[in-house]
């Protein structure tokens, strides 16, 4: 996939760049243009933090050993609810 994105920016010139700069400016304005680069950035970078977050405690996950709570009850094994006879 990543590759078929770098080939989709190879394809994209300096041309096609300046005239969808110019579109951007044209439909938003030069006052908003800063506030949208603003929201932008925040969002990335909070996209990124929770990302990075979620990587952590994949990995925490991963090393830690499993205890009583983390076990699911197997058929058969001592864990699993005994049948009392009771509907």
């Known amino acids: 996939m990543d590759q078929a994105i770098l080939a989709l920016f190879n394809q994209i010139g300096p041309t096609e760049v300046i005239l ?21 950035g925040r969002g990335l970078r909070l996209f990124k933090e929770e990302l990075q977050g979620v990587k952590k405690e994949l990995e925490e996950d991963q090393t830690q050993p499993p ?21």
């Open 20 to 40: 969808i700069l110019l579109a951007v400016l044209l439909l938003f304005g030069g006052r908003k243009l800063p506030e949208l680069a603003r929201g932008l």
């Open 67 to 87: 205890t009583d709570q983390n076990r699911q009850a197997q058929p058969g094994s001592q864990d699993a609810p005994k049948d009392q006879g009771k509907p």
